[in-house]
């Protein structure tokens, strides 16, 4: 007697959802977490992934992150999200401005009545009195070829209040990629990187809050060269009301065995003031002006053209440049802040135990009310903590 097949092939009844039409959340500014219904009997499954501008993505410890696969039933139903997961979610800023389109893979064994249903919707807000500001970190220089393994932001908000960050990275071609939400960069090649925040409240009388306490980026330099992996861990302090003397940094680590721990102090001056600055004149076609001074703070510019102000514009950071288009023959005139060249100054150490290392840059009676620390380790040892002080 001959067996053809076999009595424990389980035969599903499965259906794949790809919605056309999106949770649009273009002129949103919160998305607090999902609201899930539906039932999912036992024996029966729900997995979600998101496609968002043409790509796909997932959860993954509750970062949203590129989704590897190809987004057919076989692997949504393996890799996706289940609702548990996304019920824990409380604060999903990656959607916010962005168009969502929800995958969803449903199964059921064959003899069941009954499939799986879901009803997925998301906790959005926004608000017509809301008061923004932009704020931009240090290019940071990674390497020639660097690879990018994690970025990591540990921000604290309040009430209303809203922190998004964004980053951007120069490619080996010396161009800068667009703004985009800030964990879709790991896993790619670059040569320097720059974070920018959208802090959104809606009031100005301090009952909402939001800051960004720090960001790390984890990078390896190209592996043809035996460079070890090297991690940055930026943050920075602000607002200062009198000159800093000295900053100091105390870093928390397992045991180094051997392996290098670097710290530098970038020497931020105050910020400069340019008044009535002329660039030329309009073309009547899009065109790019260069504004004369480097890191001009992009929430202070405010341009004039033919003696009216002009907000149509695209201001690129990193080259100083302005891209607009205007009426031909027009006079150009912006005022804004800007602060001077970035100053990587390398920290002296102050004291090393097994577990804890402390360095110091006395700053020599230089006008500093803003700095940004800097720590390299060589040899991925963990970094448990730090902390940026100064004395005044």
């Known amino acids: 007697m001959k067996n053809y097949g076999s009595s424990s092939y389980k035969f599903l009844k499965r259906g794949l959802i790809k919605s056309l039409a999106p949770f649009d959340l273009t002129y949103e500014t919160n998305c607090r977490g999902f609201e899930i219904g539906g039932t999912e009997p036992p024996g029966t499954m ?37 609702v548990g997961e996304l019920l824990e979610l409380e604060n999903i800023p990656a959607f916010v ?3 969502v389109y929800p995958i969803i893979a449903l199964s059921a064994p064959f003899d069941f009545e009954v499939m799986p249903k879901i009803k997925l919707a998301l906790k959005v807000s926004s608000y017509n ?39 951007r990275v120069r490619k080996i071609s010396g161009e800068w990629s667009d703004w ?7 896993g790619q090649v670059a040569q320097a990187i720059q974070f920018r925040t959208n802090f959104v409240v809606t009031t100005l009388d301090g009952t909402d809050a939001a800051s960004i306490d720090s960001l790390k980026i984890e990078y390896v330099e190209d592996s043809n060269k035996n460079a070890a992996n090297v991690r940055t ?16 940094l105390l870093v928390k680590h397992e045991p180094l065995k051997g392996r290098e721990l670097k710290a530098w102090v970038n020497l931020n001056m105050e910020t400069k003031r340019a008044e009535n600055v002329i660039l030329g004149q309009t073309a009547g076609i899009e065109q790019t002006i ?4 480097r890191y001009v703070a992009q929430d202070t510019l405010h341009l004039e053209i033919g003696g009216l102000p002009f907000f149509d514009y695209e201001l690129d950071t990193g080259i100083s440049s302005l891209k607009l288009t205007a009426s031909a023959g027009l006079e150009i005139v ?24 402390r360095f110091k840059y006395r700053t020599l009676g230089d006008t500093l009310r803003e700095v940004s620390g800097r720590i390299e380790v060589e040899g991925g040892a963990e970094v448990f903590g730090y902390v940026l002080g100064v004395s005044c």
């Open 233 to 248: 861990f930026y943050t920075k302090t602000e607002n200062y009301s009198a000159d800093l003397k000295t900053c100091y």
């Open 334 to 357: 912006a005022s804004y802040e800007y602060y001077a060249a970035e100053n990587w100054q390398m920290m002296t150490l102050d004291f090393s135990e097994l577990e804890k290392t």
């Open 97 to 99: 401005n962005k168009k």
């Open 290 to 293: 260069y504004l004369p001074d």
């Open 129 to 167: 009195d809301v008061y923004t500001r932009l704020s931009y970190s240090p290019i940071f220089e990674l390497a020639e070829n660097a690879r990018i393994v994690k970025l990591t932001e540990r921000q604290t908000t309040e009430n209303n209040a809203t922190a998004v960050t964004s980053a």
């Open 46 to 82: 729900r997995r979600i992934i998101f496609k968002i501008e043409d790509a796909l993505y997932r959860f993954v410890n509750g970062i949203l992150d590129p989704y590897p696969y190809r987004g057919e039933f076989e692997d949504v139903m393996e890799y996706g999200n289940t």
């Open 180 to 186: 985009d939400y800030y964990t879709l960069f790991e």
